[in-house]
T-cell receptor, first 114, second 116 residues
């Protein structure tokens, strides 16, 4: 079974600064998908960014970017110019290319300090 | 992005009654939907995978007779909590995979269930 590990239960960052959330995963597969989801206090899960394992280029979405290290099975999320609205739980998720099930990490609670 | 709605957003019921939660994909067809349960400050716990036109696949430890799932169309899946008890109180979230583009899961806003 696939496992996803987020080793930082809580983090904080000063507004306008940069923060990196870590995620590692375990799989024997070569093709898969990785995701970061954000869950703000409203509890609506929002897709932040996704990465296909076959792509070497790191995905970027505005202030959000990932550092995907396939050999190390690492998928960290970097948030630049942090904003108060970035305060949320962040979940890393893995999806195999051969099945529909997603595997979620335990989440990192990020607080942006004004 | 794709939009998934969930109704009701909040429900309070008496112990022993049944509650139905609807999950709809509004602007895409979803052959697969998922139902999760989330406890406060915890991750999502997958309850079952709902496939259009077939029986749902339940995760180990989830009672299929208690949590009835129906996926009658490509845009609607329902979760019915039968004979609800206080321990069923939780936050339930559905998600959907877009048919033909199943790499990304889109989530509904969740339903908060409180059983008195």
């Amino acid at each position: 079974a696939q496992t996803v590990t987020q080793s930082q239960p809580e983090m904080s960052v000063q507004e306008a600064e940069t923060v990196t959330l870590s995620c590692t995963y375990d799989t024997s597969e070569n093709n898969y998908y990785l995701f970061w989801y954000k869950q703000p206090p409203s509890r609506q899960m929002i897709l932040v960014i996704r990465q296909e394992a076959y792509k070497q280029q790191n995905a970027t979405e505005n202030r959000f970017s990932v550092n995907f290290q396939k050999a190390a099975k690492s998928f960290s999320l970097k948030i630049s110019d942090s904003q108060l609205g970035d305060t949320a739980m962040y979940f890393c998720a893995f999806r195999s290319n051969t099945g529909n099930q997603f595997y979620f990490g335990t989440g990192t609670s990020l607080t942006v300090i004004p | 992005g794709a939009v998934v709605s969930q109704h009701p957003s909040r429900v309070i019921c008496k112990s022993g009654t049944s509650v139905k939660i609807e999950c709809r994909s509004l602007d895409f067809q979803a052959t697969t939907m998922f139902w999760y349960r989330q406890f406060p400050k915890q991750s999502l716990m997958l309850m079952a995978t709902s496939n259009e036109g077939s029986k749902a696949t339940y995760e180990q430890g989830v009672e299929k007779d208690k949590f009835l799932i129906n996926h009658a169309s490509l845009t609607l899946s329902t979760l019915t909590v039968t004979s609800a008890h206080p321990e069923d109180s939780s936050f339930y979230i559905c998600s959907a995979l877009e048919a033909g583009l199943q790499e990304t899961q889109y989530f509904g806003p969740g339903t908060r269930l409180l059983v008195l």
